[in-house]
């Protein structure tokens, strides 16, 4: 490697030599030939200047412009002038021309150097530009004309100029009657030089090239020799024994005999330690093969034994799909846990877990992507119980989280030290099992129900503390879900009645018992009806009528909310398409929307019932609840979005019950707010009420929301509602809600200007 350094470092050396002498030249070169140019191009110039200048002498005494400007022809016949100006002693402009259209630039003569000179000029170089266009490498002549008269005796005629003008004279004596001056064009000159300027600077980059070239060939060629050498004593010292032969100086052919010869007498060493050392480890290899036979043999019948042992345990009490403890092993575990509770006066918590509208998932998206949720929800309660929740068994706090089958899970804790702390671990679940989950590219939130019985308060025995934990559960997700809930003895008396409710709405759905009511929403200032809200109702063949409050609550816990929430959206859109056909007047019906239907697919579901039942978007008015829209504000925002670019209005219902942020409020995309009726009751007996709603009203129309009191039934109520600027009512006191035929009658026949003038008398009286 040395070697090839010394050849580059010489390579190096020649080319920079090169480089240097060839700048040098070149620029020797290229200033004498722009010297050359140059002056042939003033030469070539002057020549022309010379046989003309005595003509200019009497066109500028007597101004003759005609004669100068046959004077310009010849100059730009044979010169490249970009303008020609003449100039009278006084420096006035007499004539002048441009070639092409060039800047305004005053080019009069000054600071004279010497008259003596006839042909003396001022020059300089100009490069300069207009908005027009640039004029670059413009060579600035200003030439002074003498004659021999005096441009102050007018008493000359041209003859007798002429004849004085040829007659021999002094210099001394002639006068200064202008100047010329003259703008040459240099670009086709120094184009010219730069086409030179690119032979000689090709001619040097070969120059260079070649040398270069020449230095490497003659370095390597002296090199070689001496790498092989290197390349041979490299080998030597990693054990590659070959003879090799070199060409070069006598010095050097002999120092690669001398290392051939070390070359052959080490191979001869190596090849006798190599058949000794081969036959040494043949013998160590019998041995070794023999021990290590045996060895494989006993620790793979071990191996066997133990994986067999291993998996019928595991068979036995781990569930296959999640990898936790299946039901057999919480009961032995759960008995056993409890006898050690009985014995040390311990409190034990059993939490009972059920994922919310699992079938829903399953159907929808398949149970390949049930199964992929399981293992993500075992995953989740797992690692959210932590070691100082519960003592686990062999050491390991994750035996005591069990798949009790299908979508439920069991957590047993027995190292709390109350009971309060069962809720505060359950908490912990709830938070961790409603973060969003990705399967099969769906991003789903699931929520949990949680039942918990604590021992030995709830009961001594495992299939007691199930029950009641189980129990404990069921409430749970009639209480809304997405919580938990303690067992108290009162649950079981109430499971009975809720039973047979669900039973009954149920069938309910299958017979057709439920119809739709609408109640308007007046105008007050017209008394026409300018909306409708759908409501549902419940006819019971045996019960009766059923207000929603006693079975929306059980439809959304046993999954039934969204089937029947869809029916609402499909029977209000075809009532209203039926309005239309009828030629009835109603802007808009508004439908309310329950938690479990506002999902991402809401929007496309509305869109496909409207092309379905062939109904304008603006005819239908989405009402989603204040806690609704503020339980994920930001999700709420992007749902609200595609509602609205699917072109129906939107309106929050029971507006002012929640905790609404008014920085959230201003992002949605609503057209109305419906202040609730709980602060429309008594509102003019109210101080309380009032400020809310007068609050409420000031901040919907800062906020240009359309705004709706819905409860009104008192004419107080109305005066009060009246004087605040609200112009939509809904309530008892124009109407309760009708069945869709008294509804079809009450468009038709009926307006409520008499009803208004009936209340603005009352209130005068």
Known sequence: MRFTTIASKLTFLVGGISIFITLIGSYFILQREYQSSRQQFLARYYNVVAETAPQYQPAIFYQDFQSIEKLFDTYFKNIPIKHIAIYDPGGNLLVERKRDSQPEIDFRFQNLIDFGDRLLTYEKELQFSSKEQTVAHLFDTSIPVFSPISPLDT?????????????????????????????????????????????????ALIFILIAIFLTLVITRRITAPLAKLAAMADDISLGKLNTISIRGSTEV???????????????????????????????????????????????????????????????????????????????????????????????????????????????????????????????????????????????????????????????????IDKIESAGIVAQRLLSNLTRPITISGHEIVVTPSIGIAIAPRDGEKTADLLKHADTAMYHAKTTGKNGYVYYSNEMDESDIEELELETALRRAIEN?????????????????????EALLRWEHPTLGS???????????????????????????????????????????????????????????????????????????????????????????????????????????????????????????????????????????????????????????????FNLIAEGVETAGEYAFLQSNGIKVIQGYLFSKPVNIFDFYALLKHHRFGEKIEEISLELTS
């Open 253 to 415: 052919q002999m120092i690669a005999i001398r290392l051939n010869v070390i070359i052959d007498q080490l191979a001869s060493h190596k090849t006798n330690i190599d058949v000794d050392n081969r036959l040494l480890n043949l013998k160590i290899d019998e041995r070794t093969g023999e021990l290590s036979a045996r060895d494989k043999e006993l620790n793979l019948a071990i191996k066997v034994v133990t994986e067999t042992k291993d998996r019928l345990r595991r068979l036995a009490y781990y569930d296959t799909l999640t990898t936790l403890p299946n039901r057999r092993s919480f009961n032995e575990k759960f008995q056993l846990l409890l006898s050690i509770a009985r014995r040390e006066k311990l409190i034990l918590a059993l939490l009972f877990i059920d994922i919310d509208n699992f079938k829903r998932i399953n159907d929808s998206l398949g149970h390949d992507a049930g199964d992929e949720l399981l293992k993500d929800v075992a995953v989740r309660i797992k690692n959210t119980i932590r070691e100082n929740d519960l003592i686990g068994i062999d050491g390991d706090p994750g035996t005591l989280v069990s798949r009790f089958g299908g979508d439920e899970f069991t957590v047993i804790l027995n190292r």
């Open 512 to 532: 057709s018992e439920f119809e739709l009511h609408y109640q308007p929403q007046v105008n007050i200032d017209t008394g026409q009806i300018v909306g409708a």
């Open 155 to 203: 008493n000359i005629n041209k003859y007798k100029f002429i004849q004085l003008l040829s007659a021999p004279m002094d210099i001394g004596n002639s006068h200064f009657i202008g100047y010329i001056h003259v703008g040459l064009d240099e670009s086709r000159r120094q184009a010219e030089f730069l086409i030179f300027a690119g032979y000689i600077a090709t001619g």
């Open 546 to 704: 059923i207000p929603p409050f006693e079975f929306v609550s059980i439809a959304e816990q046993v999954g039934l909310m969204g089937e029947l929430g869809d029916w609402v959206l499909v029977t209000a859109c075809k009532h209203m398409k039926t309005i239309r056909d009828k030629g009835l007047e109603l802007p808009n019906i508004s439908i309310n929307v329950s938690s479990l239907q506002f999902t991402d697919s809401f929007s496309a579901r509305v869109k496909e019932v409207l092309e379905e039942v062939d109904l304008d978007p603006k005819s239908i008015v989405i009402e989603l609840t204040e806690g609704l829209v503020m339980r994920n504000a930001a999700e709420a925002i992007k749902r609200l979005n595609e509602l609205k670019a699917v072109g129906v209005g939107l309106s929050v219902d029971d507006f002012g019950t929640g905790y609404s942020s008014l920085s959230y409020l201003t992002r949605f995309p609503l057209n109305e707010l419906k202040i609730d009726r709980s602060f429309i009751t008594d509102i003019d007996k109210s101080s309380d009420n009032a400020g809310v709603v007068t609050a409420i009203i000031s901040m919907g129309m800062r906020l240009n």
